[in-house]
Structures are given as C-alpha cells and as structure tokens.
C-alpha cells in the first residue's frame, strides 16, 4: 500500500488551493473590472421593481438625482439603463443607435400582435426594416399626410359644431377630454380603415374593445420581468383576457381586410374608398403593395393586420393627449391664451374656418404645441429599446441583451438645459431652432433615430389645427383649480377630464 508523508499531503493541497484561487480570480476578473453605471441597491427577486412607483418617469427622475443620468436598474430579472440627460439619449439614440434599436419583447404584444408583425414591437431585423419602410415611404409621409387633409379639416370641423351644439342646449360644462378622444379615433378611423366607427352599433363594440386592449398594454405583466412567475398569468386571468382580446381583434380586422378586398374587387377603385375624399386609406394602400409586390418582398395579410393595429395604438391616444393637455396649459394661463387667440384670430381674419395654410402663419400656436410637448410628453419614457451587443457609453460598460429607458420628461425639464424648466413659457422656443423631430435631444417627445416617431407629421397636423380651430371658435373657462394631476399609464393623460365652459366667439 502506497503511503504519502503529512509534507507531501500538505504540500498538494498547498498547489491545489492556489491553484482554486488563481481560477477563481481570473474566472471572476472580467465581470469585476467592468464598470457598471451607477446603480440602487437591489433586492432579489424584484431588483429594483419597487422602485419605480405609480409615476416611473417621476421616480425614476428622482433616483437620477442621486445615481446620474445614466445609471442601472434592475426590473426584475433584467438589467436596465435609465438615461436621463441629452447628452446620454444622444449616445443613445444617435451614436450608438444601431446597436440598441431593439425592443425588448412584451408578451402581450406579441400575442395580440400576430407574434409582433407590426412596426412597434417587432425585434430589430429584416421584418422590421421592411415594415418600417412601407410605413415611412407609404403610410406616413410627408405626401400621403397631405392627401388625408380634407379628412381632418372636416373631422375639426365637426368637433367644432358639436361643442357649439353642446354649448347652445345648455351653459353645462363640456367633457372636452372625451370630444378629443373621439375627434381622434375618429380622423384614424378614417385614414385607416376608410370610414368612422363611432356611429351605429359597431361603435360600443369597437370602442370596448380598443379600450381593453389599451388597458392590456399599460398593464404590469409580470411575466415580462420575472419570467418564472408567468404562472401566475393563468390565475389571475390575464392570459385569458389577453387571448379574448387578440381573438376579438383578429375577428374584427379580419373583417375589415375582407370588405376592402372585395370592395376592390382586385384593383384599387380610386371613387369606391368610403374615407369620403375619393383616396385609398391605409388598408387599400397596404393591400395593394401587397397584391402589385411593390415593396420588392412579401408581405402577409397578418403583418397588414398588425400594421394597422399600430396606427391605432401609437397613434390615437397620443395625439388627442397632447391637445389636452395644451389646453389645460391654456386655461392655467389665461395670457397665454390670450396671446394664442389675437395670434389665431388675426391670422383668421374675416374668414369663417381656418385652414391648414394659415398654420405657417401662427408662430405662437407652434411653440404652445411645443412648450405643451415639452411638459407632457405622451409617452414620457419612449418605448423601452435593448441591447444587441457589448458597448461602452459615457465610460460605463453595458452588456448585450441590457434594456434601455430614456426619460425623455426628466430630459425636457432638465434645469441644466432650460431655464424655469418646470414653467408654462412658449415663448422660451422663439429664435431658438430647437424642434422635436429627434435632432435636438433636450427635447425628444417622438423619440429619435432609427426607432424615432414616424407618425409626428401625421400626428402634428391633426393637433395644430384641432387647437386653432378652437381657439378660433370659443373662449372657455375651466373649472376652478383646474386639476393637473397626471392618470398612471404607458400613455399620460390628466387623471380628471378636462371640463369647460365654451362660449362661441
Ligand atoms: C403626439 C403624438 C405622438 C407621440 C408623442 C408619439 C411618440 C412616439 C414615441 C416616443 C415612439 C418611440 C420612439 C423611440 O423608440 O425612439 C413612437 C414610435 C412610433 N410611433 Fe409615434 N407618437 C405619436 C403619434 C403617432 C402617430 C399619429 C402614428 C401613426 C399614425 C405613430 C406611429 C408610431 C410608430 C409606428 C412607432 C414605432 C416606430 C418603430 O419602432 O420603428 N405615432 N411614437
């Protein structure tokens, strides 16, 4: 039998052990030397979740304050960098944007999304480049937003005789919030599917179901943060809500393809659309690309589904927002006001109705829509991006796969970028050049870079004239200590509707 002396044994485990401690400290070296921004102290599980509040964008504002503006989170599972200054979103979205153009997946979407075929959600990729550019070159631009012009001059010419109508059957305040809403639902209605769904009995239906599905979006699913608990989804419900809406929707879109297939009977009949001005809405536009192969690839009638969908939910919510918001700004300043309406009605003249070639005339009214973006970006913290490799910004490193919210609300009130940030001034935009199309990153409401806003122009022409045209048409008065407080959810409306009295001028 073979027996070693108590030196030698000693001296093994002497090797062995340096030996685990050399592997040990290289095997863990190349975590530990990377710099990470700053960062809370997490808790397991949850991460940095509790954090986040009722108002994400006004914790995560306040956890800035500390920790910078870029610092790390961790939203359950996944790290996440929250950027808070201009010149981190510009490292971002414009430096560095090719690499963190992805979205990170939300499996809602995904399922009420065909598998996220739409523009939106979809990952980062072919797909997306191929949407995207049916989107930007035929759907949204600059062209094809002019050819929609008679639709919103006739849509803000009804909301204006609804609220005279309003007004003349009793001096009771006006819900101007919900006049809004359906002033937007109705000109996308419109533009996408060729006619309005607020009349008849296809209204209730299709207004629940958008408002489910709006809900189902703004929702905290936990499955998207600590993927284990997903079971939970199928107790509470959510899973089979998710699965109704998606089936509802796919019902009702599905429809809404069909009658214009067989309204088109194969071509594009200029006279038959029902948008009321003799042009193709969206739907006809996509099937057409789709039937004439005019992208140069094909396309699935389930990616023109999704395509749509987005429309509506990028698109309504968001706009009829800001104008309320605007308005409500408006209202808690009355010279403001003042100021807007000499400016409008001046420009107006003797003419009844205001077009949308007297906007270029109205430079006030541009920078009120701007200073009202500025403090009420719809979407205050964008949509959320991710990650597709290694990189290093502002000197910290960020690893693949990491998800990125930009603020852009913390950014727009930034005491080192504005002066009285958190002021209504519209004035503060005179002379100065700065715009939200995604190139001055003090203020980017839509977003910027190759994930940036398609829709602003869209979105923009609808705001402008809604709030000339009714501060052409009334003065109003709010109700007293008009409430400002802000409603939680991915989109920020006011928690209380905007109520008025409007007197015609
Ligand atoms: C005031 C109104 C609007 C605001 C504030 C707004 C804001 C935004 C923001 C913040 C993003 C994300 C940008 C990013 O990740 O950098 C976005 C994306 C998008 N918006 Fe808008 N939006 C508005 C209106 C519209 C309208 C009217 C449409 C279409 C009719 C639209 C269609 C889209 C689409 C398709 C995307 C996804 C782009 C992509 O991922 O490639 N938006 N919007």
Redesign the pocket.
Known sequence: MISFSPFIVSLVSFVLFIIFLYKWYFNRAPTARKRLPPSPRKFPVIGNLHQLGLYPHRSLQALSKRYGSLMMLHLGRFPAVIVSSADAAREI?KNQDLIFSN?PKSSILDKVLYGSKD??FTPYGEH?RQV?SI?VLQL?SNKRVQSFRHIREEETSLMIAKIRHSCSSSSSLINLSDILVALTNDI?CRVALGRKYSDGEDSTKFESMLKEIGELIGIFNVEDYIPWLKWINTINGLNARVEKSAKLLDEFLSDVVEEHRNRKQGKTDRNGSKNGGGGPDLVDILLEVQRENKAGFPIETDTIKAVIF??FA??TD??ST?LEWTLAELLKHPKTMEKLQNEVRQVAGNKSEISEDDLEKMPYLKAAMKES?RLH???PL??P?ESTQDSKVMGYDIAVGTRVIVN?WAIARDPMMWENPNEFNPERFFNTGIDFKGFNFEFI????????????I??IGV?ELALAKLVHKFNFVAEKDLDMTEAPGSTIHKKSPLLVVATPH
């Open positions: 979205l979205r523009i939106a997306w995207r989107c949204l996308i987005d429309m990028a698109g968001t706009t800001v973006l970006p719809p979407i964008l949509v991006r852009s409401p839509f977003g910027a870079g190759r994930r940036g806003c398609p829709g602003i869209f979105a705001d």
